[in-house]
């Protein structure tokens, strides 16, 4: 087990300086991205913006840049060249709101889809799974932007069920922060669970073919239990990696769309802005925080794997 | 004597595909009594592995149509309600399996596994005490120890200590009835000598009542009473042991013996094939289903031949041939042509 989380520790180290090296130069080398004409401003003088970009060091070699600014990241000095704000801080700000977000769409995604996936697979080829086929695809289809403007729209402005966007603190008003996040929660939710029951309905369908659930079902035991303990738990493993990766996604930012319609002024919406202004110090911190957050994701799905399947502890 | 075990009666089961209705089964009958080993063998597709999962209920669905009964206990197993089938399942019947590597569910220990066969037929017993029979279940089989082992995943286990498993799983409601689906296809000579010995001493300590699904000859001379032989869905021919493998009246029968390995033969002769193919069950021939592969075949053969005892003496054995009983014993003296090379089998 040490050795275990010394290799995944090595590895995520590994994964993260690649990604920051990749995105400093990506955006390094973008055309108008000089950082230099982006802080002094639009009516600078050709000699303020050589000031500024000697003053930054903006002039020094590559190598020496990426340094100075995986420096900065790591001590929380590293500021927005747009906006003046420090990064770190703006990030820790947002984190409640995209943690509220994650949390709550992660679990209601994840449970509605293994109930319905299991729904469809145990009616498949029946009326109950042709509709659930096309709910699920038109889950897929719907993109954030779309059903949250209906949601926003229709109940929040027409019947005024439901706030028009913003976001609460739980710790200020647990009331308000939930009524606040419960379209964000729907709309990230249905993205997801379209997707995730049509991959455990086939997962499942594999499995009840295999030797060992027609073993259950010769000892006596019921569908149900046969499908509870035998069927489920090896129909998991597929889900479990994906939900893994999504929700790591989705913690460090990555439901930029959701975010950005509810205005929850989280993580996502963060690097939104930023991705907009090419404002790169932020968009460095938020594509290293959710690097962060998928390998360590990854490897929490690998010590998963092991618990659901045995034959797997061995390896790791 | 007393009512049989289990008496199967004209069972038939037919699946509906896309192609159209494949007869799987078309009217088996045999008996099984207390104690008894009866071996069904056929070569693959023959009906006789949907025969025996049509005795447990795992061919039912949306798809698979039923006819005949099959009596076991009182309850008709072809008809019964789903509900009663699963009390009877592992508990009163009892199956083990062809493929022993993925019989058992991977990510349960498989005392767990034994364990949970044991309460779901009996509530009363507490884990506690279901796992120290499990533990006693697997030291009959033969697992050296028990008690560690019984802890251990089905992938820490070989093929033959599996099917051990397999085999500890299903006595462990003491079956009145053991449907084994050629339980040792999948293992080596030798784990397949230990693992008949388990199902032989099975018979002795339980008086249990045994359907063997196998197509290794070699098997069934060595453990069973009476043999059942099938070709594409029809019992062609059964009896006891020693009148199939002494006297057998169906020229497929002939084949099969023929197509055992024979090392006392020339090399040329060793090893004999039944020419041509099974037929498909989507479109059977007409009449005898052997006819087309059948050297001895003639214009009656287009009929279906009852499935009747033909020979003078003995009442219960039974084939489908047309052959006059004489003739078939001439034609099986000089008979090479699907393998049978008969002068050291024929008794008569």
Known sequence: ?316 | MSDPLLEVDDLRVQFHTEDGVVRAVDGVSFTVDQGEVVAIVGESGSGKTVTAMTLMGLTRGPNANFEGSAKFDGTDLVTAPEDELRQIRGAGIAMVFQDPMSSLDPVYKIGKQIVEQIRVHNKNISKAQAHDRAIELLERVGIPRATERVDAYPHEFSGGMRQRVMIAMALSNDPKLLIADEPTTALDVTIQAQILDEVRQLRRQQESGIILVTHDLGVVADIADRVVVMYAGRVVEQGTLDEIFYDPQHPYTWGLLGSITRVDRDRSQRLLAIPGMPPSLLRPPEGCHFRPRCPFAFEKCTEVPPLTARLPDTADHLDRCWLEVPQKRELRKRGDQIGLRTKETVIS
């Open chain 1, 1 to 316: 087990m040490t050795r275990f989380i010394v290799r995944r520790l090595i590895a995520m180290i590994g994964v993260m300086f690649v990604i920051s090296l990749l995105t400093f130069l990506l955006f390094e080398s973008i055309p108008n991205g000089d950082p230099a004409r982006r802080l002094a401003g639009r009516l600078a003088t050709a000699n303020e913006i050589a000031f500024i970009r000697k003053e930054y060091g903006f002039d020094q070699p590559i190598y020496v840049q990426y340094a100075r600014m995986m420096k900065n990241i790591f001590t929380g000095q590293v500021y927005s060249y747009y906006q003046g704000f420090n990064v770190v801080d703006e990030v820790k700000l947002g984190l409640p709101a995209t943690l509220s977000l994650a949390i709550g769409a992660g679990i209601i995604w994840l449970f509605t889809s293994i109930v319905v996936g299991t729904l469809a697979a145990v009616k498949a080829g029946k009326n109950t799974d042709r509709l659930l086929t096309v709910l699920s695809m038109v889950g897929v289809s719907f993109p954030p932007f779309f059903l949250g403007a209906i949601l926003i729209y229709y109940l929040g402005y027409k019947l005024n069920w439901f706030p028009l966007g913003g976001y609460v603190k739980l710790t200020s008003d647990p009331w308000q922060w939930f009524v606040h996040m419960v379209l964000p929660w729907f709309t990230l939710s249905v993205l997801f669970i379209g997707f995730y029951s049509r991959v455990l309905r086939s997962t499942i369908l594999d499995t009840i073919n295999e030797d060992y659930v027609r073993t259950a079902r010769a000892k006596g035991l019921s569908e149900n239990q046969t499908l509870r303990r035998h069927v489920l738990r090896n129909s998991l493993i597929p889900i479990i990696t994906l939900f893994g990766l999504d929700f790591a996604q989705v913690i460090g930012g990555g439901a930029i769309l959701t975010e950005s319609i509810f205005n929850l002024h989280g993580i996502g919406q963060l690097a939104a802005d930023a991705i907009g202004r090419l404002d790169i110090t932020v968009i460095l911190v938020v594509v290293l925080l959710t690097a962060f957050f998928v390998v360590a994701l990854a490897a929490v799905v690998d010590i998963l794997y092991a618990f659901l399947d045995p034959r797997i502890r061995i390896a790791v």
